[in-house]
């Protein structure tokens, strides 16, 4: 059964950091190209960042400079470093896997506001 369980979100005052994880199980995770999707409220899903399986990563221009997305693939796990946040970050933040298939995780709550 493959899970992908997203932790780290949470309330963040404008300017401040957080670091997401996703860790996953019940695939090959070092094969997998892995992403951060966020959904704000009322908006379409965005991609955030992407990062290849040998480590090639691409980050939306709403947060290039500010995001950083790494692996650990002896944790088989994922991470969205966010500094520098801003309201318009606020969203569900949601980690994908894909290769042959495609999985998500259930979403971690990244609100900012003071």
């Known amino acids: 059964q493959v899970q992908l369980v997203e932790s780290g979100g949470g309330l963040v005052q404008p300017g401040g950091s957080l670091r997401l994880s996703c860790a996953a199980s019940g695939i090959i995770f070092s094969t997998y190209y892995m992403r951060w999707y966020r959904r704000a409220p009322g908006k379409e899903r965005e991609l955030v960042a992407a990062?290849?399986?040998?480590?090639?990563?691409d980050y939306a221009r709403s947060v290039k400079g500010r995001f950083t997305i790494s692996r650990d693939n002896a944790k088989n796990t994922v991470y969205l470093q966010m500094n520098s946040l801003n309201p318009d970050d606020t969203a569900v933040y949601y980690c994908n896997a894909e290769w042959i298939s495609r999985y998500w995780g259930q979403g971690t709550q990244v609100t900012v506001s003071s």
């Open positions: 990062i290849t399986s040998s480590g090639t990563t």
